[in-house]
C-alpha cells in the first residue's frame, strides 16, 4: 500500500513551451500533496503545499505562475511548470500524506520524481 | 528557516559493519521521519516516529525519537551492498498542521562488499 506514482518519468522539453507532471497516490486518499525539487547531491526544497479543491500554498521564493498546481481530487495533483527555461531542469518529486475524512497523518510518501530537462 | 543537522555527509563502510547517523535539531519536533533515497528515484520511507524516547525497529534499522524531541538517530546493522544510498532524516515541527517536512541534509552512504 501508500504507493505513489508520477508521470512522466522523464520529460526533454524546449525552452519556452510548458510541461505539465502528474502525481497520483494509487491506494489511498490524500488529503494533501506536496511539490519538491531536488538539485544534485542536495536535499529536497519544498516548492508547494497543495489541498484537494483549494489553492495551493507555495514556499518563499517560489514563483506561483512559473509552477502552476492543480489539486482536483483526493488522488490527483499537476504541477505545471510555464514557459521552462534551462534552469528549471531538474527532479522534481512529489509526496502525498495520507487521509481519512477529515483526519490526516503525517506520513508521507514520495512518488519516483520526473527528470525534466530544457534544452 | 527551520533546519535539520544531519551527520554524518557520508560514510564508506565495510559490508558487515554497523552505521549510525543522526540529526539533531534546534528546534522540537513532533514527528520524525527517516527515508532512504537510490539514485533516480523518491525517498521511500523506513521509519516513522512520534513519541519522545520511541525506540523502532524495521528489519536491520532502528530508529530512535530523542527524549528531548530535537534528535533522532538511524542505525542500521550488518550493512549489505544494497544498503547503498542517500539517507534523509525528516521532521515535523509542532506548530499548526500542514503536514510539511524539514528536512536533512542528508547521508550518503557508500558499502564496500
Known amino acids: 500500500g501508500a504507493v505513489v506514482s508520477q508521470h512522466p518519468s522523464w520529460v526533454i522539453c524546449k525552452s519556452g513551451t510548458s510541461v505539465k507532471i502528474e502525481c497520483r497516490s494509487l491506494?489511498?486518499?490524500?488529503?494533501?500533496m506536496f511539490w519538491y525539487r531536488q538539485f544534485p547531491k542536495q536535499s529536497l526544497m519544498l516548492m508547494a503545499t497543495s489541498n484537494e479543491g483549494s489553492k495551493a500554498t507555495y514556499e518563499q521564493g517560489v514563483e506561483k505562475d512559473k509552477f502552476l498546481i492543480n489539486h482536483a481530487s483526493l488522488t490527483l495533483s499537476t504541477l505545471t511548470v510555464t514557459s521552462a527555461h534551462p534552469e528549471d531542469s531538474s527532479f522534481y518529486i512529489c509526496?502525498?500524506?495520507w487521509g481519512l475524512g477529515t483526519i490526516s497523518y503525517n506520513e508521507q510518501f514520495f512518488g519516483p520524481g520526473t527528470r525534466l530537462t530544457v534544452l | 528557516g527551520q533546519q535539520l543537522n544531519q551527520s554524518p555527509q557520508s560514510m564508506f563502510i565495510q559490508e558487515g559493519e554497523d552505521v549510525s547517523m543522526n540529526c539533531t535539531s534546534s528546534?522540537?519536533?513532533?514527528?520524525w521521519l527517516w527515508y532512504k533515497q537510490d539514485p533516480g528515484e523518491g525517498p521511500v520511507l523506513l521509519i516513522a516516529l512520534y513519541k519522545a524516547g520511541e525506540l523502532t525497529s524495521n528489519g536491520r534499522l532502528t530508529a530512535q525519537f530523542g527524549i528531548t524531541r530535537k534528535d533522532s538517530f538511524l542505525n542500521i546493522s550488518a550493512s549489505i551492498p544494497s544498503d547503498v544510498g542517500i539517507y534523509f532524516c525528516a521532521g515535523h515541527l509542532p506548530s499548526g498542521n500542514t503536514g510539511k517536512l524539514i528536512f536533512g541534509q542528508g547521508t550518503t552512504l557508500q558499502v564496500k562488499p
Open positions: 509526496s502525498a500524506r
Open positions: 491506494d489511498f486518499q490524500a488529503t494533501t
Open positions: 528546534s522540537i519536533f513532533n514527528t
